[in-house]
């Protein structure tokens, strides 16, 4: 598996864990269970993990198609 980060637009740890949050956990899921679950479930999985990423102070791209609340 594979996650590609262009990285002339990285300025700061900000900006790469903006660009690889919440991807980095989608492409983690997939690779440990071996194909891509259903949507909701993981939809659900990566509001929950937003709750960490807060917590540690990380930058994560909000998408609209994720209940981040």
Known sequence: MELTLFG???RDF???????LPRLAS???TAWSGAPG???????ALAR???LWRARGL???PSREV???
């Not at 900000?14 to 690889?20: E, G, P």
């Not at 259903?38 to 659900?44: L, Q, S, V, Y």
């Open 59 to 61: 930058s994560f791209f």
């Open 8 to 10: 002339e637009s990285v």
């Open 14 to 20: 900000a900006d790469m864990t903006t660009l690889l």
């Open 67 to 69: 209940d981040w609340a």
């Open 27 to 29: 492409l983690a899921s």
């Open 49 to 51: 993990h937003s709750v």
């Open 38 to 44: 259903p949507w909701e479930p993981h939809r659900a």
